[in-house]
């Protein structure tokens, strides 16, 4: 009937985080009869035993809020048994089941009774409303605490703190009863375990546990029995790993190669290859690979004698065909071949017969300077010879294909040549806005310079009234020249707009 077990070894209690509230032990009984008529009974709903010293039950006279007795109980309760503490001055009846004589039984149906657990001092079960004075007692379906005896209803598998709703949770019986002590056919309850485990797979996984196949990370839980036939809960902590995938685009110059892995790649192309990332996945990598063609280029080039040609960091200065590798803006090789052809010198001589030079060169173009005039060129003198009208030093430039050269000044004395008289020719208005008159003696020619001496104004013109137009050029001082015949004369002429 009761199965309490005291021994010398060391019981380990189950940990309250293990059941909560639930599942532990709690008041199946309560005997409140005439005279010394009383006991209390408690329950192990649990399929394992308990240690019954992490447990206390208090009485409370006329529901004060502080204990006025104590009972701390000893021994191990087995799992579906009940230990039961009994006035000591009651019947035989309950003196023959009871485990313990105790005080604790001294209460009145105004007393409230408490079960504590007190590893972590949590109160399991009620009878009666702690700091509450009922009166005479607390009312229970038909009964009350006093002079009734009430037994747990057996659907009923742990106790509750909550009087106003533990009242219901009992049946009553006539005061006296003692049919239902010492024993208690509860509804068993279970501790259920919990335990877990953690896996990481790649792309998926399948769990032995249940042979469910997972895609994506998360917990998933499995539910067996466990060795006290209770549920045993396991939880799956699954992360799933990435296959990583990544992508390169990359140009190597012609002779080079990309390697990704333990492959190499060498052409232009779209490579996909596949490799072990660190976390034990594939890990595809795409690469777009292109193989620069090496830069071939050539030119033909002709120079002056005296000119070269540069290409990159090297000059060339003779003919002949030259190869050259540089670095192309790709940064691979590039090779010219440059085909070079340096023209000979030209030779300018010229002979001077004053007033006439003569340029010696066959084949050329001429272009005659003014030497005292900063080598300005003498408009319309483009012949082999040139004859000079004014004494002065004069040189040639000769052009022989795209090459340049020009010869020594010379200096030219001309003695046929007269200064004109003042009235030989009138400008007027002067100064002028750009256009002016010229009244000529005779037919002349006529050359107008700035005062850097550049000709911006050169023509033949008849004797008599003549317009000149220069409103094309900027405000300043220029130089009128007349030349008839072997006469020439220079008169200034202001420009102001």
């Known amino acids: 009937m009761k199965k309490i077990i005291l021994s010398t070894f060391s019981i380990v209690a189950m940990s309250l985080s293990s059941f909560g509230q639930t599942c532990n032990l709690f008041f199946s009984e309560y005997l409140e009869g005439s005279s010394n008529n009383k006991a209390i009974e408690i329950y192990n709903p649990l399929t394992t035993a308990v240690n019954l010293a992490d447990y206390k039950v208090y009485r409370y006279n006329n529901g004060a809020l502080t204990p006025t007795d104590s009972l701390q109980l000893v021994g191990t309760l087995a799992a ?29 149906g105004d007393d409230a009774m408490e079960l504590r657990y007190m590893p972590t001092n949590t109160s399991l079960d009620v009878i009666g409303t702690i700091g509450f004075d009922p009166g005479t007692n607390w009312v229970v379906g038909t009964g009350a605490t006093s002079e009734f005896t009430l037994v747990r209803q057996f659907v009923h598998k742990d106790g509750e703190t909550n009087w106003t709703v533990g009242v219901a949770e ?81 140009t190597v110059c012609a002779g080079g190669s990309v390697t990704v892995g333990t492959i190499t790649h060498n052409t232009t192309g779209v490579f996909t290859d596949v490799l072990t990332a660190a976390n034990g996945c594939d890990s595809t990598v795409t690469t777009n690979l ?28 003779t003919t002949g065909a030259f190869t050259d590798v540089l670095t192309a803006a790709n940064g691979c090789d590039s090779t010219v071949t440059t085909n070079l052809t340096v023209d000979p010198a030209i030779d300018v001589t010229v002979t001077n017969a004053s007033p006439v030079l003569t340029a010696n060169q066959i084949g050329a173009t001429y272009q005659w300077l003014d030497c005292n005039n900063s080598n300005q060129a003498i408009a319309g003198e483009t012949n082999q010879n040139y004859t000079a009208i004014v004494s002065g030093s004069y040189a040639v430039e000769i052009t022989v294909g795209n090459c340049v050269d020009t010869s020594a000044c010379e200096t030219v004395t001309v003695t046929s040549i007269h200064s004109m ?28 310079t700035n005062a850097l001496g550049q000709i911006v104004f050169e023509k033949q013109l008849n004797s008599g009234k003549q317009e000149i137009n220069l409103s094309n050029v900027v405000e300043g001082v220029y130089f009128v020249k007349v030349i008839s015949g072997k006469q020439q004369g220079v008169k200034r002429i202001v420009i102001s707009k």
């Open 290 to 317: 292109t193989v620069s063609l090496a830069i071939v280029g050539s030119q033909t080039t002709t120079v002056c004698a005296g000119g070269s040609v540069t290409v990159g960091a090297v000059t060339h200065t």
């Open 80 to 108: 579906g048994a009940v230990y039961v503490a009994g006035n000591p001055s009651a019947v035989a009846a309950i003196l023959s089941v009871s485990d313990t004589l105790h005080t604790i039984t001294f209460f009145n």
């Open 421 to 448: 008289s003042e009235n030989v020719f009138v400008i007027y208005p002067n100064p002028s806005v750009g256009v002016f008159t010229m009244n000529l003696v005779s037919a002349s020619k006529i050359e107008i």
């Open 170 to 250: 009992w049946d009553v019986y006539p005061a006296n009863t003692t049919t239902f002590l010492g024993s208690h056919s509860g509804a068993p309850c279970c501790v259920n375990t919990t335990a877990s485990v953690t896996a990481s797979s790649c792309v998926s996984y399948t769990w032995a546990q249940n042979g469910m196949n997972y895609t994506s990370s998360g917990n998933y839980n499995d539910t067996i029995a466990n060795v006290a036939g209770c549920d045993s809960i396991i939880t799956l902590n699954l992360t799933i790993l990435d296959a990583a995938s990544g992508s390169q685009t990359m």
